[in-house]
Each structure stands twice: as structure tokens, then as C-alpha cells.
């Protein structure tokens, strides 16, 4: 039974709006060997990664033997272990300390008896390691970039999952593993009794001749989809999604170019060959039979109906009412931020800080569903850690007769909860900001704002700085925690939606986060340095992020008639 995609919609983690898969439909037939093509930035590692149940679809389904992988926001761990990702880059799945715990931590959901595991290993290790580099207690970051690919391959294929899903894998591999590749695909394909194999891939020459299915991606959607053969013979659709020509048409066009001809879907080396004999000695050579495609599904859609209706989905999609939040600009937004802290601050009384609170909850309103999901989870936390801090506030210790007496006094309380309420608004209204702000944007507004103050010869440059620093650290603190929980889903299998791990895998993830953290620290450090920021200034009113239309003015209108609103509620 099949791995497919049914109408899958992704979108992208920091904009919702913004579709990175679109309407995707694809149907994977066991025992076949699928190439993803596309050029960069196409969506071909968004939709393994969507095969592989770590991107979660926006909309439509994605089904692994009829039965849907996502329930209730998460993967169950059946599904998980029969599907092994080999990740584009080798640094985003290798973590452990050694190569022995590497493998350990792949092979750990399997619950193997030792010796079976053991024999895994050394099959892994026989099959990758063919120059001996796997030593167990090596660390995998003292290996090579190609050592490492092997590695992240020999410890996926380990697990001997039914669906592996490659991205990039020849990348950094010598042409002899390229070879070895090519080998344990072959292998694997007559082996395997179910399941197959999905390769994203910008190496046409390699794997085309070993493919039975091209899926041609752009802007997220497919553009077409059929035999490697058949796509050399029409190559249109390869040169439209700009993903360029492989070597056996280009040769049969330098062939034409002198007035022979040679059938542009002779993909080996050898078949090449064969070719140019015969054509050479003027023997007409017949076109390769039209490959039967690898599945009803396999059947290539005229490339042009598959863009227009590509193209139809996405100005719909960009065409639904967005969220007043993503209109607006940052220059009107930090503005409305800075009014709406003044008037919380200033309250001191409840009433008025569930006034002030009402802008925070309408600006929430207007945003998409997964949104709120991802906020939502947020705000229980924020708000368990709130009541544990008013409860604890609360709690009095006397000693008035001797004797050491627990009370509670409400009093205490309520002052507590007053104070952690109003935190609660500000933290809110800074979500909303930070959710609904592209990165970019934020940092143009912010020095919009700054620029005024340099203006007034306040030390703003300085300032700029550590904001700009810690705009660029909190993004790669979350990236890491997003790399490693994609870790524990993928390689640990286990059923956790995305962005969490298990308590179980922290201590054995705590040191290679931070050693990546501070390593990360450092690239930056240097590449901030190399750049000169920190010398440059920073602070510049002029952008092109930044759009002030009749929206902001009206926002900025509503902000100062709410603020008179709650300086008249201050007492
Ligand atoms: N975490 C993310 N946040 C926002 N956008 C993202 C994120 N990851 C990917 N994208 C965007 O999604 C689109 C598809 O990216 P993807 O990595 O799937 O492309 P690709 O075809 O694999 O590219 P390449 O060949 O360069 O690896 C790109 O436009 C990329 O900018």
C-alpha cells in the first residue's frame, strides 16, 4: 500500500500566508524509486519532510497505507518507524557524542534484542564504511563532510525503514560512494516487498537512469510527473521550472546541433554510447518504447493545465482575507505596542486592565487557525506559570504560639495576580507583534524609531546593537530546539507534535544543544565581526519594508483613543 499526499497544504513556520507546498496530490507506489526535482527553493526538502511527518500539513491529508500519519497534531510512533529521513544536511540529524551512541539513538525505538542490533550495525558499517572511518567511539563532527553524509545514511538505513527518503544524498560523496548509493538502491528495490524510495535531488545524471518517477516541483506545486524517459523526450517542463537539462539531452541537442540524431532518453553512459555507434554509422536508431509509467498516479499532467492550476490555488490563497496584524506596518505596530504598555502599566485597577486587554484580544482574533493553536499553547504555559506564582505569593508562614504555621493570604494574592496580569497583557501584545512581524520588517521599524531618537542625540546606536543581537540569537535559539525536536521525531520516532521533545531525551540532548549553541554563537561572532556591524551604524530611517498606508493611520487613531480610554480609568 502506498505513501500519498492528498490536497496537502504547508505553510511556512513564520508566515502563514505564505504556502511553501500548495494543493500537492501524489501517490508513491511500493517498490518504486521517486526523484524530486526542482530548482532551489521549490519545495522539494518541504515535501520529504512532509512524507517523513516532520511539517505538519496545513490542509489536506497525508496517508501512509490508506491510514492518515497526523492525529490529534501528531505522528503515532507505528508510523514513525517505517519512515527514515536522510536530512539535507548531515549537521541537522548528527548529534551525538560518538558513533556508537549514534547509531544506539537510531536503533533505540526499534527495541532490538543486542545482538540483533549489533548485527544492524555492523551491516550498516560494512555497507557505508568501506574505508573504515566508523570507529565507535569517534565523535561524528571529527568526521569528514562526505564521512558524515555516509554516516547519516548508515544510520537511517539501519533502521531498515519501508519509505527511506533521501535529501540530497550524493552531496559531498566521492564519485566510488556515489556508486555504492547507486548499488544499495538497486538492492534495496528488489529486496523490499514494501515501501520504496524518495529522492530529492538536483543530481539528475545519477539518478535518473535508476528512477521510475520524476515529480517536477515549483512555487511548492507539481508541474510534472513521469518517467525519467518520457521527461527527456518533452524536457519543456524540465527547462520551465528552470531546473536545467540533464547531460543526455543536452547531448542529443549538441548531437542535432550537427545534423544527427540521437535519442535524447538514452540515460546511461553505456546506452549513450550505443547510441552515438549507431548514429554515427547512420543506422537509424528507434525511440525507447514510451515507458509505461510507474503508477495510474505516474501520468504525467500537460505541464501547462498543472501551472495554471497551480496558479489558480495560489492567487486564491493569496487573495484570502488576511489579518489586519500582517497589513499593518512595523512603524505603526511598535508604535501601538509602546501606547498599549504606557496605559497597562499606568492601571491600577482590574477594570482597567481587562480594557486594556481587549485590543490585545481583537488583534488575536483576525489570525489563522494554526496560529492560534501554536499561541494557545503558549498562553497555558504563561498561564500555569502565573497561577503557581500568585498561589506561592500567597502562602504565609507564622510562628506566633511556637509552633511554624502555613496560611494563605488573599490580600498577598490578588496583588500578586494583579502585577502578573498585567505582565500577561504586555506578553501578549508582544506575541502578537512578534507572530505577525516578519523578522526583517521588525528590525526596520525598530530602527525607524531608533533613528528619531539618534536624531535627538540619544545613544541609540549601542541600543540597536543589543536589540539587533538578540534578534539574531533568539531565532537561532529556536532553530536549534526546532533541529533537535526534528531529531527526536524523526530518528527517536516519537509521536510529539512539532517543536517539543521528550523529557526523556533531554539529558541526553542538553550537552550537544549547547556545544551547537555556542558553536553557532561563535560563526555568527565572527560573521558580525567580518562584516563590520557593530563599527557600521545600524540605525537607518530609510527602508523599502517599510509601507505606511490609510491602515497604519487609522491604527495608530485607535491606539491614542484607546490610551485617553485608559488614562481615564488609571484611578
Ligand atoms: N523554516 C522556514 N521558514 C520559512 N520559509 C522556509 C523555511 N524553510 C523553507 N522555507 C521556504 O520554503 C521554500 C521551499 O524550501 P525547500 O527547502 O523545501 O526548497 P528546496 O527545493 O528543497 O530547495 P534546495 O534545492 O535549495 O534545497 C523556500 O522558498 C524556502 O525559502
Redesign the pocket.
Known sequence: MPLSLERVAVA????PQRL?LDGVDLTLANGTVTLLI?R???????LLQTLAGLKTPTSGAVRLDGEPLWRKGRVASAHLLRLGLVF?FPEQQLFARSIRHEFAYSLRPYKLKPENCKRRIADARAEWDYSGTFEPDRSPFALSGGQRRRLALASTTATKPDWLLMD?PTAGLEAAAVQELLAFIERRRRAASRGGIVI?T?DLDTFLPIADRVIV?QD?GIVADATPEALCREPGSLQDAGVGLPSCVALAQAFAAHGLRLPADRLTPEAAADAIVAALAGTAVPEAEAAAPASPAAQAPPAGRAGEKLAQTRISAESAPSSIGYRLDPRSKWLLYVLLVIGTMMQQHWTGLTVALIPVLLGFAGLPRPVWAGLLKFARLLLLFFAISVTLAGVTLTTGDGFPRIGFSQAQAMTTGFNVFRLFVVTLASLWFAVTTPYGRMVEGLNWALAYGKKAKLPVDSFALAVSLIFRFIPMILNEWQRFSDIVRARGKAPLQPGTVRPRDIPALIVPLLLSLFHRAENMTIAMEMKKIGRRPLVSSRSRLLVWTRADRLAVIFGLVWLAVLIALRK
Open positions: 511556512a513556520p513564520n508566515d511553501l526542482g532551489t527553493g521549490s519545495g522539494k526538502s518541504t539535507q540530497e530529492a538536483h516541483l511548492g
